[in-house]
């Protein structure tokens, strides 16, 4: 498959280790460090130092898998790591991991120093088709997602199919999620071959596919002053009940898991405001439904859920903002609504 090319950098999928090899080969940088966590530690790392050992001094920065670990706390450590290990402003940070990994790395390397050169290597198929491609970086506080980053490109992106292969089933659909979401916002007929194809193993092109169309919405914006908000479909009340569940729950709901929830809550809006037809609804609201187990939200929790809302980051004066769609493959942003009309499609989802 082609390589995709972004504003200012590039995408591999074809022999993507072997350009990251040319790509640190021809860097003239004085140092690189690889940022991981413990399972690409196991999974993914030694593919990786298989092919760069010799190339010249590195060192390993290791953080915990999880939600839990894109923090200020987390990032601090990177931070101190790097000061300790003699890090520059001609140094390279290699992000090898998930949308965590991605997203805490991208973010240290463009605060360290006042910025640093980063890559990625994303590792999951959530972090191959979103978290690593558009320049957001961020981490997390009290629980509100992304709440503090930068829009900062990385120099390129290496995407191994193989990699996913090491990825258990629910990791998938948590990926899943965000390709399904990119068909219902911008592509109908990428929409209908998603549906047709076998989710459990996604093909290569249809990561392609949708690395493509979340490539040219951040072309067109990369600092989401408009288009780019389409890919926040499902993410405000998703959010919402991610960051819920990663609060209460024992076993959390994943992020693919969550925005799934979202995008069907939103779907119901969107057919209450928007002109989705009854029939649209309908269909979007099996298809997630059949891939995605049923996860119980009380209505006791709903002023809890609407509280996060009222902290997300895209919200205008004070009010909740939303991205609804007016048909499969189409979508109308910066909607306002209400608590109430928030509430009703909880209770849509909830009375399924």
Known sequence: MNTIQSDNYPIYFKNSIDELVTFIKNGNYSHFFILTDENTGVHCLPVIKSKIDGLGDYDLIEINAGEESK?????????????????????????????????LGGFAASTFKRGIDFVHIPTTLLSQVDASVGGKTGIDIDSI?????????????????????????????????EMLKHGLIADADYWNQLKSSDLKTPSAQ??????????????????????????????TIGHAV???????????????????????????????????????????????????????????????LLAVMQKD????????????LTHIGQCNID?????????????YYINL
């Open 145 to 177: 997602k992304n709440i503090i980053g930068t829009f900062t490109q990385p120099k390129a992106v290496f995407i191994e199919y193989d990699f996913l292969k090491t990825l258990p089933a629910r990791q998938i659909l948590s990926g899943l999620a």
């Open 335 to 347: 909607n306002i609504c209400t608590e109430a009309e928030l509430c009703d499609s909880l209770l």
């Open 71 to 103: 923090d200020i706390d987390f990032c601090i450590g990177v931070w101190k790591m790097l000061i300790d290990f003699g890090a520059d402003r001609k140094s390279l940070l290699i992000n090898l991991g998930g949308g965590v990994v991605t997203d």
């Open 242 to 304: 991610e960051t819920y569940s990663l609060i209460n729950d024992k076993n959390p709901l994943s992020h693919g898991e969550a925005i799934a929830i979202g995008m069907i809550c939103e779907s119901y809006l969107a057919y209450k405001k928007t002109g989705l037809s009854a029939d649209e609804l309908a269909e979007i609201t099996q298809v997630f439904s059949a891939l995605y187990p049923r996860h119980t939200i009380a209505e006791s929790s709903f002023n809890e």
């Open 313 to 324: 980051k895209k919200n205008q004066d004070g009010k909740i903002n939303c991205t609804l």
């Open 206 to 235: 249809l990561i392609h596919r949708s690395v493509e169309i979340k490539n040219v919405i951040t072309i067109e914006d990369p600092k989401e002053k408009g288009i780019r908000k389409a890919l926040n479909f499902g993410h």
